[in-house]
C-alpha cells in the first residue's frame, strides 16, 4: 500500500500570514494515464471533510485561490497564502493513483 | 445541489451487524464511483470501500476484507456499506462519499456514527 506521510503534524499560523505543509508518498502517484491523483481536503471542526485540490493543483469549485497545490512524482505541498480565521481545522492528502486508495495523517492547522 | 446523506447508524454489540445507506441527489448517480470512508474520533481518514458505477467492480481495504461489503442501487440512487462481525475498532464516522479511484471523493455526506460496545 502506499504510504502517504504529511508534516509538520500541527501548524501554528498567524492571520494573515502565509502557510504551507508537505505530503510525501511512498511511491510515485504518477498513473499510467498521464495523470497525478493527489487530493487535499479540509476538514473544519465538527464538520464533513471537504476537497479543495484535485490531480496535485486544480482547485475545486468555490475554494478561495489562496489555497493552491504543487508538487509532482512523491512530493507535494499545500499552500495558504493568507491565512484566515476559517481556514482553522485538519488537512489531508489523499492519492488516488494506486488502490488501496490512502490518506495521510493530516496536518492540524491553529491560529497562534 | 449534490446531496449525499447517511443512515442506518448506531450503537451496536461487538459481532453483530449493521447496514449503512447513503442516499444521493442531485446528480446522475449512475455514472459516478461511490466510495465510503470512516474517521474513528478524534483520528484521522480511512478509506474503507468503493464502487464502480454498475457495481461490478469492488475494492476493500485490507482491515475490512471480509467483514464489509459496499453494493448500490441505481434505481433508488442508493450506496450500502454492509458491516458483519462487528468489532470495538470499528467504531467511527462513516462517510459516503461521490468518486472512485483518481480525483475522488468531491462530495461528502455528513456521516453517520457507529458505536460498537457492549
Known amino acids: 500500500d502506499v504510504v502517504m506521510t504529511q508534516s509538520p503534524l500541527f501548524l501554528p499560523v498567524t492571520l494573515g500570514q502565509p502557510a504551507s505543509m508537505s505530503c510525501r508518498s511512498s511511491?510515485?502517484?504518477?498513473?499510467?494515464?498521464?495523470?497525478?491523483?493527489l487530493n487535499w481536503f479540509q476538514q473544519r471542526p465538527g464538520q464533513s471533510p471537504r476537497r479543495l485540490i484535485y490531480k496535485v493543483s486544480d482547485r475545486d469549485s468555490g475554494v478561495p485561490d489562496r489555497f493552491s497545490g504543487s508538487g509532482s512524482g512523491t512530493d507535494f505541498t499545500l499552500k495558504i497564502s493568507r491565512v484566515e480565521a476559517e481556514d482553522v481545522g485538519f488537512y489531508y492528502c489523499?492519492?488516488?493513483?494506486?488502490?488501496?486508495?490512502?490518506f495521510g495523517g493530516g496536518t492540524k492547522v491553529e491560529i497562534k | 445541489e449534490v446531496q449525499l446523506v447517511e443512515s442506518g447508524g448506531g450503537l451496536v454489540q461487538p459481532g453483530e451487524s449493521l447496514r449503512l445507506s447513503c442516499t444521493a441527489s442531485?446528480?446522475?448517480?449512475?455514472?459516478?464511483?461511490m466510495t465510503w470512508v470512516r474517521q474513528a474520533p478524534g483520528k484521522g481518514l480511512e478509506w474503507v470501500a468503493n464502487?464502480?458505477?454498475?457495481?461490478?467492480?469492488?475494492y476493500y481495504a485490507d482491515s475490512v476484507k471480509g467483514r464489509f461489503t459496499i453494493s448500490r442501487d441505481n434505481a433508488k440512487n442508493s450506496l450500502f456499506l454492509q458491516i458483519d462481525s462487528l468489532r470495538a475498532e470499528d467504531t467511527a464516522f462513516y462517510y459516503c462519499a461521490r468518486g472512485g479511484p483518481g480525483s475522488t471523493c468531491d462530495y461528502w455526506g455528513q456521516g453517520i456514527l457507529v458505536t460498537v460496545s457492549s
Open positions: 464502487i464502480q458505477q454498475d457495481g461490478d467492480e469492488k
Open positions: 489523499m492519492q488516488g493513483t494506486h488502490t488501496p486508495l490512502t
Open positions: 442531485g446528480f446522475i448517480f449512475n455514472i459516478y464511483w
Open positions: 511511491q510515485s502517484l504518477l498513473h499510467s494515464n498521464g495523470n497525478t491523483y
